[in-house]
């Protein structure tokens, strides 16, 4: 995945996502996704997610800095792009397998 984001002034590099972590962030996402409103609960299982899909890099506390990390918003967006980012994921090695097919490979 080509997953990035700024913490800091420092841009980190989604790593490979294994499939039990993919797993526990499609579990998450049900969860939240039947609310209408989301609770500091959820806030703070995103903020965590994201850490554990970006290796660690950097801390919830890195995250959450009023001044050098996300707001809100980023938080929630940041949180469902780990979707839109498997999807892309797919969508490029499907292309890549389909060239591959046409040349004959």
Do not use: H, P, W
């Amino acid at each position: 995945m080509n997953r990035k984001i700024t913490i800091n002034k420092k841009e980190f590099k989604m790593q490979k996502m294994s499939i039990n972590t993919y797993m526990d962030y499609l579990e998450l996402s049900e969860q939240i996704d039947t609310k209408t409103r989301y609770t500091k609960q959820d806030i703070e299982a995103m903020v965590l997610f994201i850490c554990r899909a970006y290796g660690n890099q950097f801390t919830a506390e890195e995250l959450m800095d009023v001044e050098t990390g996300l707001d809100a918003a980023g938080i929630i967006l940041e949180f469902q792009f780990i979707d839109l980012g498997v999807g892309e994921e797919i969508a490029r090695r499907m292309e890549k397998i389909q060239k591959n097919f046409q040349n004959g490979r």
